[in-house]
């Protein structure tokens, strides 16, 4: 009885800590994007480091679907598409994650 108790500790304690550094890289990288996206709007702050930093970060991911979501006269919504995707796909992870973990236990 003490095995299971302590084998359904660690499953649990398992599953919230991958879940958890998972989703906080999900949140890291949402708030780049945002950060980037709001530093668009002061030229000289993407010409600093920090902005250099985060369109190497950043550009790829966004640069996918700027080839998909042409600009609506001076509005650029392929970043909001990209951070709602963005979020779709850590829920799916979580999904596939704790999927996989109700198999194997």
Same mark, same amino acid.
């Given at each position: 009885?003490?095995?299971?108790?302590?084998? $359904?500790?660690?499953?649990?304690?398992?599953?919230?800590?991958?879940? *958890?550094?998972? *989703?906080?890289?999900? +949140?890291?990288?949402? /708030?780049?994007?945002?950060?980037? &996206? @709001?530093?668009?709007?002061?030229? +000289?702050?993407?010409? +600093?480091?920090?902005?250099?930093? @985060?369109?190497?970060?950043? $550009?790829?991911?966004?640069?996918?679907?700027?080839?998909?979501?042409?600009?609506?006269?001076?509005?650029?919504?392929?970043? &909001?598409?990209?951070?709602? @995707?963005?979020? /779709?796909? $850590?829920?799916?992870?979580?999904?596939? &994650? *704790?999927?996989?973990?109700?198999?194997?236990?």
């Amino acid at each position: 009885m003490v095995n299971f108790i302590i084998s $359904e500790v660690v499953y649990y304690m398992g599953i919230f800590t991958i879940t *958890s550094i998972i *989703s906080i890289a999900f +949140s890291i990288y949402s /708030f780049m994007l945002i950060i980037y &996206i @709001l530093m668009s709007w002061v030229p +000289s702050a993407q010409g +600093s480091k920090f902005g250099q930093i @985060l369109a190497k970060a950043c $550009e790829p991911y966004l640069g996918f679907f700027r080839k998909f979501i042409p600009p609506i006269g001076m509005i650029d919504l392929s970043p &909001i598409i990209a951070i709602l @995707l963005l979020s /779709f796909i $850590e829920r799916g992870v979580m999904i596939v &994650i *704790s999927n996989i973990y109700n198999v194997l236990i």
